[in-house]
Nanobody
């Protein structure tokens, strides 16, 4: 099976930065598409950023220019560099992975449980 484990969350002041990591282990695929979404209780999950096996990247408008997604293909670690954080960025951040899907398509699909695999999440609080 596949395991996704996030880390790097925490508390930060407005305008600060955090870098999240998502370590993938178990059975992984060369045609993986991975990404980040966030969720706040009582609100819909929001897809934030994705990167597919061809290196194509997609971002949600809400984070474009502030967040940067990247991936270490050797270590199977996904990153999300988050800069200029705002209070509305406070949420549980989760990584997701699936296969045979482009970055653009995954941005909308990853928030569905049927997408593939999800991590348990890491909390980010901006005050």
């Amino acid at each position: 099976d596949v395991q996704l484990v996030e880390s790097g969350g925490g508390s930060v002041q407005t305008g600060g930065s955090l870098r999240l990591s998502c370590a993938a282990s178990g059975r992984t695929y060369t045609n993986w598409c991975m990404g980040w979404f966030r969720q706040v209780p009582g609100k819909e999950r929001e897809g934030l950023a994705t990167i597919d096996s061809k290196g194509r990247i997609a971002y949600a408008d809400s984070v474009k220019g502030r967040f940067t997604i990247s991936k270490d293909n050797v270590a199977n670690i996904l990153y999300l560099q988050m800069d200029d954080l705002k209070p509305e960025d406070s949420a549980a951040y989760r990584c997701a992975a699936s296969w045979d899907v482009t970055a653009n398509a995954a941005l909308g699909r990853m928030t569905s449980p049927e997408f593939g695999y999800w991590g348990e999440g890491t909390q980010v609080t901006v005050s």
